[in-house]
């Protein structure tokens, strides 16, 4: 299922050395309506990372979460 954003961001990183890079920050409804699904990915040179992960306990036990997306765990 598709979730629905609420907030997204972009912010500057001045590196770690090598180079300037991004944050992208991306807030999303979960899919029960009470906590949030948060997509952060470093985009940084050398450091790059992609995190998921819901604040909703109930939704993160039942969801496995993509980029703005939850599929249900079987
Ligand atoms: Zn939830």
Redesign the pocket.
């Known amino acids: 299922m598709k979730l629905q954003e609420v907030d997204s961001s972009t912010s500057y990183h001045s590196g770690y050395g090598a180079g300037s890079g991004e944050v992208i920050r991306e807030e999303y409804k ?6 949030k699904v948060i997509y952060e990915k470093d985009d940084i040179p050398g450091f790059k990372e992609t995190n998921i992960y ?1 604040t ?1 306990k ?3 036990e039942k969801f496995e979460f993509g980029r703005g997306t939850a599929k249900e765990k079987k």
């Not at 979960?30 to 906590?35: A, E, F, L, S, T």
Request: glycine share 18%; aromatic share 0%.
């Open positions: 979960c899919p029960c309506g009470n906590g819901s909703c109930e939704c993160d």
